[in-house]
DNA sequence: CTGAAAGCGCTAACAC
DNA sequence: GTGTTAGCGCTTTCAG
C-alpha cells in the first residue's frame, strides 16, 4: 500500500466526497439546523473516511470564538514560582475542573510586571481568548480596569481595589477573621497576636479587620501584628518578631496556613507546647494545614468552589454579554484540628 | 465628544488611513522584509490612531501556527487535584518561565479518562495548538503514540513506557535510588525498608531498582517494600506496614517527600526518633521537604530545569519539524538536611 | 520597495 | 432541507 503526503482534508474534502455542499458538512458538523438523516449518514461516513477535523482557526475567524479563557496569575512580586503555592494549584484546579465540561481550556499567565500585564491584554485584544480569569491579590492591581477598558470579559477572584463594574467571587475574610478570634477567645487565651498577610493585599486587611474587631468586642482593645508575605519563611520570621515583643502570647492567629505552618515551628523552636501554650489558628485549609504538625486548627476557604464559581460566572456572560456585573461572595468555616 | 461604537480596527482600516496597502502594513506588523523608513513611520502613526490589534485567528489561518501549546497533565487517576501536588506546580512553573520567553502560552489540559484523551489530541489535530508538553507518569499512557500518530509535535517528562521516536527529559531515576541507598549505608543503618510510588509508573520502578541495587552491592540482599501512591498519607500508610513487620527498621528510602513526610509522621507517632532511630530519606526535594520536621534529606529532582528543557526542546523542534528526536537526561543529587 | 490579488477553512445569510 | 455566495482578517506570491 503505497502511502501518500496528503494535506489535512477540509470541509471541501468532505462534501466533495459525500457529493454534498460545504453548508451541509458544517451543518452535521455542529449540529445546527436539521439535516436528513440519510445524508448525515453519508456525512458522518465521508468525515470518518477522510479523518477530517475542522481547523480551529478558521472557524473562530469567523465566529470570534475561540473556546479558550486566559487564567491570569497577578503574582505578587514573585515570579513562576507561584506555582508552587498551594493556593494557586487550588485555583487551578478549580478552575480546570468547571471549564473541562464546557469543552473550555484555560491558557496560563503570568502578570507580575508591566509587560506581561500589557502582554495580557494584548493577548485578549487579539481574541487568542474568550475572557480573562483574573486571580489577583494585590490591591492596586492595575489589569482588572485595563481589561475592562478593552472590553474583555472578565471575572476576578477577590474584590477590584477600587470599585468598578466587573463581576467577581470573592470569601468574606473578615467574617474568617472573626471567626479565629472567637476559637482563640473560646480558648480562653488572654494574650493573643496576629500574623497578617501582605498589607497591601485586601483579603489581608480584610482578615486582619475582622480579627482585630472581633477581638476588641471581647475585651482585648490592642492586637499586636507581625506582618508576613504568605510563605512558610515569612511566618516564621513575623512568629519571631512577635514573640520577642510579647513573650507571654498565648494564641496566634495567621492569615494563611503556610504562615501558620512557619509560626508553629519557631513556636516548638523555643520549647513552648502547641496549642497548650500557645493556640495557632491558620487559614485556608490547605494541604499545610493536614501536614503540620499539630495539624492546623484553621478557616476554610473552599478555593476550589469559589474558583469553579468564577469560571461559571465567565462562561454565563460570554453567552450573554450584555449581563450586568456579577459578585459572588463566599463564607468562611472554622475546622478544628489540634492546633487550636 | 461623540464617542461611537466601532468595530475593531483591522488591517484594511490601518491602510486605508495610513494611504498604504495592507500588504504593506503587514510588513511592518510584522517586520518582514524592508520597508520605506517613512512610510513605516505613517504605517506606525496609523496603527497607533486606530488602536489596532492584530486578530489571532486570522493571522493562524494562514500562518499555520497559534503560538500556544498544550501542557498536558496526564494524572494518575486523579482527577483535577493533581495540581496540588507540588510536583506538577513545579513543572508548571519551569514551563511557564521558558514559554513566556518566547511569547508562547500553554494552555493547561487535564487527561485522566479516555474521553479527555481522545479531546487531547482533537484539539491538537484542530490545530488550537503548536504541539504537546505531556507530563506522565503511567508507563501504560497511550496519549505518546497517539500524538506521535497525528503527527503532533511532542515532547514528554519522563520516558515512554514503550519505547518510540519521541523527544522527553527526565530524571536518572536509578541514579537516585542509588543516592539514597549510599546515605543509608553511610549512616551505618543495619535493616532498611524502602517505600515506593505506584509500580505501573516507570519512575517509581526506577528509584526502587536503583535503590536495591546499590543496597545488594553493598551486602544487604533484600530490601522490604511497601507501595505507597505518592501522597503524604499513602506514605503514612506504607511506613505502618513496614513497621509491623519490620519493627528493627532504622533506615527508610521514601520515593518521594510527600510519602518520606507521611513516614516521618508515623515513626514519630510511635516514638522512633528521626533520625536517631530511623533514617529517612525522600526524594523530589520539593516543598514537603523543607516544610518537614526534621527537615528531610533527599534526592533531589531538578524540577522546573527539566521542566523548562521540555519547553525549550519543543520550540525548537517546531522551529525546525525535521530534526529528530531529542532526549535530555538530568542527573540527580542527594541533599542533606535532617532526616538522615 | 510596494501594491494587487489570491486564498487559508470555515460559517451564515440568503435563495431555492 | 440544501446549496450558493459572501466574506471573517490576515499573509504571501507575484508583478511592477
Redesign the pocket.
Known sequence: MVKRIM??P???DVARLA??????V??V??G?????P??QETVRNAIEQTG????HA??S???RRTGTVALVISGAGGGSDVFVDPFFGRVTAGVVDFLRTRGVHPVLMLADTDRTRVDVVEFLRQGSADGALLVTTHAAESLPERLLAAGVPTVLYARPGRPMPVSYVDLDHQAGGRLAAARLVELGCTSVGAISGPLDVLASQDRLTGFRDAMARNGFPYVPVAEGGFTAASGHAAMGRLLVEHPEVDGVFAANDLMAQGAVDVLLEHGLRVPQDVAVVGFDDSAPALACRPQLTTVRQPVEAMAAKMAEVLITSLEDPEQRPISVIFEPELVIRASA
Do not use: F, H, I, K
Open positions: 494535506a489535512t477540509t470541509l471541501e457529493g454534498v455542499s460545504r453548508a451541509t458544517s451543518r458538523v455542529n445546527t439546523r436539521n439535516v436528513d440519510d445524508l477530517y477535523t475542522p481547523n478558521a472557524r475567524l469567523v465566529t
